[in-house]
């Protein structure tokens, strides 16, 4: 990138901030309208309540002001990078989210989006791209190396299912095909996904996990979820606690997440 498309980048991100909201609804529409298969990778309770709607969005935007120092963001897009590997992310996605982030630069801009705009932007957005490709490369094979490990989703089967109170019920797993699961480190947490048949799509959402570290089995507790305001339930917690019984099974992803005890002062 040149300082010309620096200069531009940084010019027009309080633009497109203004635009905010827009942009990201524009953003997901498209995409999704192009992509209906990526509506079973995304939360779409989160597309209902607009909650973290924006985040993807805005991280980019987050980026570029920061484009001629993004050494400062590495922290947060290891978090992030964390997410989206257990979410099972892969390098082939992000061209298909950069084609639609610069599309709907494009159209919701309009005439104030000229041709250096658009070019400045796919090179910022290819940048940033890359360095979390490269970021969750690290992490998928950390995953592959450990003992028990695996990237992807990978079949469990509910071995127990124990009501711990009105709100919350725990579930015991452990992998079908009968193999080591990865020690996980306390604190960290696995998606689980199911297929929902009411949407017709698989959902994916996150537990911390609750059991002992140990190579067999997993233990997640999770809480019903509800808006009392608004009468809705939570789509994946109540499916788990209503729908999901002894010997059914569930996919997850390996245990992930840097925000974990440290082993000696989780001792004292
Ligand atoms: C790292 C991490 C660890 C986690 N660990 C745990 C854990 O150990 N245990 C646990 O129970 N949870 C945990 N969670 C939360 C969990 O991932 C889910 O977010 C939670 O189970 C709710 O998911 P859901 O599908 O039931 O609700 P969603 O369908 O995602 O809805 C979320 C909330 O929005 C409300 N809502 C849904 N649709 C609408 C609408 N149209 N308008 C207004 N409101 C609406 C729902 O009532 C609900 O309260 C964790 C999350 C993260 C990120
Ligand atoms: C440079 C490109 C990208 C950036 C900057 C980015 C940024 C983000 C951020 C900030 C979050 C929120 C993390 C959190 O707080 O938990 C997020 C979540 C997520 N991202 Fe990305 N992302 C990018 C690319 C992608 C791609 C290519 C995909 C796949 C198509 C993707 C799918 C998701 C999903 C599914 C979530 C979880 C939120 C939800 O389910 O709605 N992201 N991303």
Request: glycine letters at 6%; proline letters at 5%.
């Given at each position: 990138?040149?300082?010309?498309?620096?200069?531009?980048?940084?010019?027009?991100?309080?633009?497109?901030?203004?635009?905010?909201?827009?942009?990201?609804?524009?953003?997901?529409?498209?995409?999704?309208?192009?992509?209906?298969?990526?509506?079973?990778?995304?939360?779409?309770?989160?597309?209902?309540?607009?909650?973290?709607?924006?985040?993807?969005?805005m991280?980019?935007?987050?980026?570029?002001?920061?484009?001629?120092?993004?050494?400062?963001?590495?922290?947060?897009?290891?978090?992030?990078?964390?997410?989206?590997?257990?979410?099972?992310?892969?390098?082939?996605?992000?061209?298909?989210?950069?084609?639609?982030?610069?599309?709907?630069i494009?159209?919701?801009l309009?005439?104030?989006?000229?041709?250096?705009?658009?070019?400045?932007?796919?090179?910022?957005?290819?940048?940033?791209?890359?360095?979390?490709?490269?970021?969750?490369?690290g992490?998928?094979?950390?995953?592959?190396?450990?003992?028990?490990?695996?990237?992807?989703?990978?079949?469990?089967?509910?071995?127990?299912?124990?009501?711990?109170?009105?709100?919350?019920?725990?579930?015991?797993?452990?992998?079908?095909?009968?193999?080591?699961?990865?020690?996980?480190?306390?604190g960290?947490?696995?998606?689980?996904?199911?297929?929902?048949?009411?949407?017709?799509?698989?959902?994916?959402?996150?537990?911390?996990?609750?059991?002992?570290?140990?190579?067999?089995?997993?233990?997640?507790?999770?809480?019903?979820?509800?808006?009392?305001?608004?009468?809705?339930?939570?789509?994946?917690?109540?499916?788990?606690?209503d729908?999901?019984?002894?010997?059914?099974?569930?996919?997850?992803?390996?245990?992930?997440?840097?925000?974990?005890l440290?082993?000696?002062?989780?001792?004292?």
């Amino acid at each position: 990138m040149n300082n010309s498309q620096r200069e531009i980048i940084t010019a027009t991100v309080p633009i497109l901030r203004e635009h905010g909201v827009a942009l990201t609804t524009h953003f997901y529409k498209r995409m999704f309208s192009h992509h209906p298969d990526l509506k079973n990778i995304f939360n779409m309770g989160n597309q209902k309540t607009g909650k973290q709607q924006q985040a993807l969005a805005m991280a980019v935007l987050a980026y570029a002001e920061h484009i001629a120092n993004p050494g400062v963001l590495l922290p947060e897009l290891h978090r992030i990078g964390h997410k989206h590997v257990s979410l099972e992310i892969r390098p082939e996605h992000y061209p298909i989210v950069g084609n639609h982030l610069i599309a709907s630069i494009k159209e919701v801009l309009g005439e104030a989006a000229s041709l250096e705009i658009l070019e400045a932007w796919e090179i910022a957005y290819n940048q940033l791209a890359d360095l979390m490709m490269g970021i969750e490369a690290g992490i998928y094979k950390d995953q592959t190396n450990k003992k028990g490990g695996w990237t992807g989703w990978r079949p469990f089967r509910v071995k127990e299912k124990v009501k711990e109170s009105d709100e919350i019920t725990s579930f015991y797993l452990y992998p079908c095909d009968g193999e080591n699961v990865i020690s996980h480190i306390p604190g960290q947490f696995i998606s689980l996904r199911v297929f929902l048949p009411d949407l017709g799509l698989n959902q994916a959402r996150q537990y911390s996990v609750s059991s002992v570290p140990n190579e067999h089995y997993y233990r997640i507790s999770v809480k019903k979820e509800f808006n009392p305001n608004l009468n809705i339930n939570g789509m994946i917690s109540n499916f788990l606690h209503d729908h999901i019984q002894t010997g059914d099974l569930v996919d997850l992803t390996a245990p992930i997440g840097n925000f974990t005890l440290e082993p000696k002062k989780a001792c004292r």
